[in-house]
């Protein structure tokens, strides 16, 4: 893996390391998402707690029945991913850290996204894993689209708030 200033990483690297530094796994894919493969890329000897956050499609969204869903990325997610990633872990002492997030059609029960961060202690393992999931849901360009039992549909922006 060369690390060349003529390297053009458009973020398509689909969970290669990243490298150096705390932030170890960071992708948007359309294939099935591993809770293992996010915790094994946290993995630190220095940390002594690890907060890991799934999320994960339900069968209903403000009381009604969920039948499909959908999420669709736009193209600078990744990069944009990389951003929301890299100031949480420059705000905590992370040791590592990892995001991974689903597109593409999912079912009921389907992992959507998964978070990890390890850091020398659990409370502020805890408070980076939050302050990264809810980052990522609000400025990460991703949207959700759901279609309802009773035939509604409904776009939801990764930036609403």
């Known amino acids: 893996m060369s690390h060349t200033h ?44 690890t907060a890991l956050f799934v999320g994960t499609v339900r069968d209903h969204d403000g009381g009604a029945p ?5 999420y669709s990325a736009h193209p600078s997610a990744e990069s944009e991913l990389r951003r929301v990633a890299e100031k949480v872990a420059a705000d905590f002492p992370v040791r590592a850290m990892a995001a991974v997030h689903r597109v593409g059609d999912l079912r009921v029960g389907d992992v959507a996204v998964v978070v990890a961060v390890s850091c020398p202690h659990r409370a502020e393992a805890f408070e980076a894993c939050r302050r990264l999931i809810d980052d990522l849901k609000r400025e990460v360009p991703i949207w959700k689209h759901q279609t309802f039992a009773d035939g509604t549909e409904e776009w939801v922006g990764a930036c609403s708030h």
């Open 66 to 70: 969920v039948t499909a869903l959908s």
């Open 6 to 49: 003529h390297d053009h990483d458009h973020g398509h690297d689909h969970g290669r390391p990243v490298g150096p530094g705390p932030v170890r796994l960071l992708a948007v894919r359309d294939d099935a998402l591993s809770v293992d493969e996010v915790l094994a890329a946290v993995g630190d000897d220095a940390a002594g707690g």
